[in-house]
């Protein structure tokens, strides 16, 4: 029983994935195609309150569930890995139509299919981290 209030937050975020369309394969292919401003109103409200989140933890001085403050480290200047990273992500959300939380939001829907595209996406993440440290970082 401790752990639900994850389980009501994963329930709530998959309806409102669900319900705004976000986790629609066709809506995704909308927007790659610059077709529809859908996905994009969405993704922008998303950077909206995530800055306006930021911003509030700054000027508050937040701490974590554990006491600990909430800090927030600058990005390093590299810009060709965060370019890299991007481009392969993008692929691998135009190539299967979902990103990582959609993913989830499409299987608990029933589509089992999103089952191979989650092994997909944990199989990368390993691989990763598997060579991370061959990588130039």
């Not at 306006?52 to 600058?74: M, R, T």
């Not at 392969?88 to 089952?115: D, K």
Request: hydrophobic share 50%.
């Amino acid at each position: 029983m401790k752990f639900i209030k994850y389980i009501i937050a994963g329930t709530l975020f998959g309806i409102i994935m669900t319900k705004s369309e976000a986790v629609s394969w066709y809506r995704i292919q909308e927007m790659f195609r610059f077709q529809s401003f859908h996905m994009y109103g969405i993704i922008g409200t998303a950077v909206v309150i995530g800055v306006i989140a930021v911003f509030l933890i700054k000027k508050f001085k937040a701490k974590d569930i554990s006491g600990n403050p909430i800090v927030f480290h600058d990005k390093d200047k590299a810009y060709v890995k965060y370019l890299l990273g991007g481009t392969i992500f993008g692929l691998g959300w135009a190539l299967t139509g979902a990103c990582p939380g959609p993913m989830f939001v499409n299987l608990g829907s029933g589509y089992a299919g999103m089952a191979v595209v989650i092994l997909g996406a944990l199989l990368g993440t390993y691989l990763y981290g598997a060579v991370k440290s061959k990588l130039p970082h």
